[in-house]
């Protein structure tokens, strides 16, 4: 969250901001309603008044997220409307430079997925719709890219990089992105 935007905004956008900030770094349960509206320069009130519990804040902030990631697809559509490769290859970058981002806890997903345990939790549904459309999208690039088994591809490539996410958050090994990208390079141009 930038605090030279946050008194531009209106208070639903602070609070979904604050919220992204907090939940980033602490993860959903360590952060409280309280915490979310100081970093808001708001209201617990105004929080509820916006947002009927917690829940509904994370369920709002998971829909944004998932929202920037489909984003950053389209808009790599955009860029590049006739080389998927350079679509991959662009969606690579994006999930590397997450990677390399200074005290990366990991994937937002998947912290909230451990976090909130119940089987019928709605966040829960929302983050398999959101990995199944993202699926989607590399099967449907790789089919484009006229990769062999373009289907087992996409398998191959959303393992490596949810890998990646677990393995950069564990500190495992060094240099992830850097592997990663390698990794995801030799696959694409093995399966041509």
Same mark, same amino acid.
């Given at each position: 969250m930038r605090p030279d935007r946050t008194p531009q905004l209106p208070p639903r956008e602070r609070i979904v901001d604050a919220a992204q900030a907090l939940f980033l770094e @602490?993860?959903?349960?360590r952060v409280s309603v309280d915490a979310i509206a100081a970093l808001a320069a708001s209201t617990k009130m105004t929080v509820y008044r916006h947002f009927e519990n917690k829940d509904a804040l994370v369920l709002e902030w998971l829909e944004r997220?998932?929202?920037s990631y489909s984003d950053v697809l389209d808009q790599l559509? @955009?860029?590049?409307?006739?080389?998927?490769?350079e679509q991959l290859l662009g969606f690579?970058?994006?999930?590397v430079t997450d990677l390399e981002r200074a005290g990366y806890r990991g994937c937002p997903f998947t912290n909230t997925l451990a976090e909130?345990?119940?089987?019928?939790?709605p966040a829960r549904a929302l983050i398999q719709a959101h990995k199944q459309r993202q699926f989607a999208r590399l099967h449907g690039l790789c089919a484009e890219l006229g990769l062999h088994a373009p289907e087992q591809v996409a398998e191959e490539l959303t393992l490596l990089m949810e890998g990646a996410q677990v393995v950069a958050q564990n500190k495992g090994i060094e240099q992830v992105g850097e592997r990663l990208t390698r990794m995801v390079r030799q696959r694409l141009d093995a399966r041509a």
């Open positions: @602490q993860g959903i349960s997220l998932t929202e559509a @955009q860029q590049h409307p006739e080389s998927p490769r690579l970058g994006f999930i909130l345990p119940e089987a019928d939790h």
